[in-house]
């Protein structure tokens, strides 16, 4: 069972504007403070999740909330050292999200996040590969026309894969990759 201390201490403005998420110290060791900002009462929930994207914490769970600012000192000492992510939910479904990182150290490496992939030939006729790099699990792949509109997607992209793009017309496309913690967008031109 894994020890977690979360302290409530609310301090109330009248005059507070927009949605915030902050965390300070950041990167933190042990302990760290949470601090939310809501311009409008609302219902919130707050989560951390892991670099994989699965929630291993629930702050707040659905919690009819007034408008102010709200501080939580947050102790993470039984969590070891990593990048999680932590994530405001409204009841209008707007997220705000925040990167913290737990370290010992405060120098952690980025690479827990960093998408490592290679797309070529560039530019291309028919097919193009796509390699990713060992850090990086599967992704979302989505292609984008000049003017923003998805063209097609793919759920799961990963290793070393071939694709046939025979079917688009030539101009400028934008691959879009998504992890649950990463995105990625690269210019590619189909001759």
């Excluded at 150290?105 to 998408?115: A, G, N, R, W």
């Amino acid at each position: 069972m894994k020890n977690i201390l979360i302290l409530f201490g609310i301090l109330i403005f009248s005059n507070c504007v927009g949605q915030s998420l902050t965390v300070n110290p950041n990167p933190f060791f042990q302990r760290t403070q949470v601090c939310y900002t809501l311009d409008v009462a609302d219902t919130i929930t707050i989560v951390i999740y892991d670099r994989w994207g699965q929630g291993i914490l629930t702050l707040v769970s659905n919690s009819p909330t007034p408008a102010g600012v709200y501080c939580d000192s947050l102790i993470l000492d039984s969590f070891e050292d990593n990048v999680y992510f932590l994530t405001l939910k409204n009841n209008q479904k707007n997220l705000t999200n925040i990167k913290i990182i737990k370290s010992a150290s405060t120098s952690i490496q980025e690479k827990f996040t960093e998408m490592i992939f290679k797309v070529y030939p560039n530019p291309f006729q028919h097919f193009l590969r796509i390699e990713f790099g060992s850090e990086t699990a599967r992704a979302r792949l989505s292609i984008i026309d000049v003017f923003g509109q998805s063209i097609c997607y793919s759920s799961s992209v990963y290793d070393t894969q071939e694709i046939d793009f025979s079917f688009l017309s030539s101009g400028i496309y934008f691959l879009e990759f998504q992890t649950p913690i990463d995105q990625k967008v690269i210019k590619v031109i189909k001759e």
